[in-house]
């Protein structure tokens, strides 16, 4: 009987549906067809526009209908095919329909790839924003991403490295991934290197940032809102210190077409990290900084960072029209140093092989603190492709500034003792011609 009463009720409705939509005319091909259109375009505009509400719709339908294995699956292999990296959850649910957001509960990152670096991560849960129309424009499907309790290891010791092999920096590929937002709170992670031979410890309190794309991993980390935490035991943080212009302005002026020339198109980060040990700042520098064996080093630097292209570059590979200037000025002390004479030294431009002495003994002699202020410049090319700071030879120009200024103090602690020598020849031979003439008038009266 209840079948039946239900068929009765549907014929109904669909009696009603098909009056409101063709009144009393009957149905025809046109107009069926015309209807699924209609449906299918809304539905599709549904998708790609509002991409998080209909995955997130789908969630909570296949969670009503017992669907949870399939679709948590599903999504796992949607997700290791867009990242090269097996994901893998046990629930998935809607976080928040006004944030549009789905949350990846148990999450675990998995990547064992012989010669390449091994990562095995766990994360309590993470909130995944999805867009279509990204996607299909090139910058991966996912839009924002926040990350909590993450917990692992992150080993590279496995990792091969040819030396007869130029490696290059990774160019832009279409699906690379381009987050309009990246928040993680409550990370802890094992980092191995081959050098140093030592657990590094990354913790990371809080991080936000307002871009973050695989092409300028290091360039959306250095002008980051803020981050706090400690590596290797100590702390570090990035603030911004002042925005130059106001994002949401300078995205309608472009928008309405205004002229956005004369608008400075930059921000100020400042970034600090206290008692670094020295090794981990050797390990990929040149010049003086590489002769030193032992110690520590806190840094402070203030960048000035030219953001035109992270607010305005589209999905796509992001261009660099114009090899802008980024300025850093430095604020760095070594402590508690030990230095040694290289035995096969490198070829450096301003400094010849006799001087290589005189700064080791200056860095032995003055151990305690040694401290430094001097800006760098680097171009915006430098970070194109850039994940780590080796990849910007940011080492090389800091070694090398340091090791000029290192040269300009040896040479000043020089000047007091020829000073010195002069007085005391000077003296000696006033000393000798008036003892000569003291002397030849002795002769000349006695």
């Known amino acids: 009987r209840e079948p039946k009463k239900f068929m009765e009720l549907f014929s109904v409705k669909l009696a009603k549906a098909r009056r409101l939509l063709t009144g009393d005319r009957p149905w025809t091909l046109d107009r069926l067809y015309a209807i699924i259109s209609v449906i299918a375009l809304g539905t599709t505009t549904w998708i790609i526009v509002g991409t998080t509400t209909a995955m997130s719709s789908i969630i909570v339908l296949a969670n009503t209908l017992q669907f949870q294995e399939y679709l948590v699956d599903k999504i796992g292999r949607i997700l290791t095919k867009h990242t090269g990296i097996t994901i893998s959850f046990e629930h998935a649910e809607v976080a928040s329909w006004t944030d549009s957001a789905i949350r990846l509960k148990n999450v675990s990152i998995e990547r064992d790839v012989p010669d390449y670096t091994r990562i095995s991560l766990t994360a309590e849960h993470i909130d995944v924003k999805l867009s279509v129309d990204r996607y299909l424009k090139g910058s991966g499907i996912v839009e924002e991403l926040t990350i909590r309790g993450m917990h692992g290891e992150v080993?590279?010791?496995?990792?091969?490295?040819?030396?007869?092999?130029?490696?290059?920096?990774?160019?832009?590929?279409?699906?690379?991934?381009?987050?309009?937002?990246?928040?993680?709170?409550?990370?802890?992670?094992?980092?191995?290197?081959?050098?140093?031979?030592?657990?590094?410890?990354?913790?990371?309190?809080?991080?936000?940032?307002?871009?973050?794309?695989?092409?300028?991993?290091?360039?959306?980390?250095?002008?980051?809102?803020?981050?706090?935490?400690?590596?290797?035991?100590?702390?570090?943080?990035v603030q911004r210190v002042k925005n130059h212009t106001d994002v949401r302005d300078a995205r309608k002026l472009s928008k309405s077409g205004g002229e956005t020339a004369d608008v400075d198109f930059t921000i100020e980060n400042r970034m600090k990290l206290d008692g670094l040990n020295i090794d981990l700042l050797t390990a990929g520098s040149t010049g003086p900084l590489s002769w030193l064996s032992s110690g520590s080093v806190d840094i402070e630097l203030v960048g000035k960072f030219p953001v035109r292209h992270k607010l305005f570059s589209s999905s796509v590979q992001p261009d660099v029209h114009e090899d802008e200037e980024i300025s850093l000025d430095f604020d760095l002390h070594l402590n508690n140093l030990t230095a040694k004479v290289?035995?096969?030294?490198?070829?450096?431009?301003?400094?010849?092989?006799?001087?290589?002495?005189?700064?080791?003994?200056?860095?032995?002699?003055?151990?305690?603190?040694?401290?430094?202020?001097?800006?760098?410049?680097?171009?915006?090319?430098?970070?194109?492709?850039?994940?780590?700071?080796?990849?910007?030879?940011?080492?090389?120009?800091?070694?090398?500034?340091?090791?000029?200024?290192?040269?300009?103090?040896?040479?000043?602690?020089?000047?007091?003792?020829?000073?010195?020598?002069?007085?005391?020849?000077?003296?000696?031979?006033?000393?000798?011609?008036i003892s000569f003439i003291a002397y030849q008038a002795l002769e000349y009266y006695v």
Request: glycine share 4%; hydrophobic share 35%; charged share 25%.
């Open 155 to 237: 080993d590279s010791r496995v990792a091969y490295w040819d030396p007869a092999v130029e490696y290059l920096k990774p160019k832009w590929g279409f699906g690379d991934f381009d987050l309009s937002k990246l928040h993680m709170e409550d990370v802890v992670v094992e980092v191995y290197q081959q050098e140093p031979n030592r657990p590094l410890h990354l913790c990371l309190y809080q991080l936000e940032c307002d871009r973050f794309r695989r092409q300028w991993i290091l360039y959306d980390i250095c002008t980051a809102k803020y981050i706090h935490g400690s590596f290797d035991r100590c702390l570090f943080n």
């Open 342 to 433: 290289p035995i096969n030294p490198e070829d450096i431009s301003y400094m010849t092989n006799a001087l290589i002495r005189p700064v080791v003994a200056y860095m032995n002699t003055n151990y305690t603190s040694i401290p430094f202020q001097f800006p760098v410049s680097m171009r915006l090319s430098d970070f194109d492709g850039s994940w780590y700071p080796m990849d910007t030879k940011i080492w090389t120009y800091v070694s090398d500034a340091v090791g000029r200024e290192m040269l300009e103090r040896v040479e000043e602690q020089k000047k007091p003792r020829r000073l010195r020598e002069i007085l005391f020849l000077g003296a000696d031979g006033v000393l000798r011609g």
